[in-house]
């Protein structure tokens, strides 16, 4: 399909700026998926050596099928260059992200590297934000912590598993409250607030590293990158 097509131009794009002996963050879902493609074809054919530090199980065992060796955050807390999707982008390189739930890792892994590619389809371009902003929850804490985000106007919902009766476990044990918030007229004020409720461990806007983030958005015929 024409999506498909413009998340392998992005994706592939990306993968083309990885440059040897690269540590390389390697984000989750479906997009950066195309990057990890190429990734490996350029560690088969070209004989390039690179580390990923996996930002999920699902990156993790993608990685391994395309014969990315991986390392770890502990053994490399700076890393050159993260490779990652986003739902929503706005004209300011601020990001949500966490449609698929790995957005606590993703965020530690954007934050230790050096520069960040965004790969993403048009539909992810937006001038202001109003798509839902995930948090990821101590489950000790959940109820509490929909309460003081329901304080905040959002109206938060546990995220269902669909092959699993119950919540949605993340790969760090934890639930997720997928928050409609309508349009976020000021996304920083709003991460900070988030941030600083006890038990909401983490959420998916990203508006710190608008600096070090590079936007490839993908098209039909090839890409484009967004200069920010
Ligand atoms: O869950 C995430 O943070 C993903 O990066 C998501 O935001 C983008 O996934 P997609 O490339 O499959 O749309």
């Known amino acids: 399909t024409p999506q498909t097509e413009s998340k392998r131009n992005a994706g592939y794009q990306a993968a083309g700026m990885v440059e040897d002996g690269m540590v390389v963050g390697l984000g989750t879902g479906s997009t950066v998926f195309f990057a990890m493609e190429r990734l490996g074809e350029r560690i088969r054919r070209d004989g390039l050596s690179i580390a990923g530090v996996p930002t999920s199980y699902q990156a993790a065992i993608r990685a391994r099928e395309y014969g990315i060796p991986l390392t770890s955050l502990d053994e490399h807390p700076e890393i050159d260059i ?3 999707g986003a739902d929503q982008v706005d004209p300011a390189g601020n990001l949500i992200k966490g449609r698929g739930a790995a957005l606590l890792r993703e965020k530690c892994v954007a934050d230790a590297a050096r520069r960040v590619i965004i790969v993403v389809d048009p539909t992810k371009m937006v001038e202001t934000f109003d798509a839902l902003v995930p948090v990821e929850v101590l489950p000790f804490a959940s109820t ?3 309460r003081r985000l329901s304080l905040l106007g959002a109206v938060p919902t546990m995220r269902e598993g669909v092959k699993k ?3 949605v476990v993340t790969d760090n044990g934890n639930f997720i409250l997928d928050c409609s918030f309508g349009t976020i007229g000021s996304p920083r004020d709003l991460e900070a607030k988030i941030a600083a409720i006890p038990g909401a461990l983490e959420c998916g806007l990203f508006t710190a590293y608008g600096e ?3 936007v490839i958005v993908g098209e039909e015929k090839g890409c484009r990158v967004v200069s920010l």
């Open 212 to 214: 070090k983030i590079t």
């Open 165 to 167: 009766d119950g919540p």
């Open 82 to 84: 993260a490779i990652d």
């Open 144 to 146: 509490s912590v929909s």
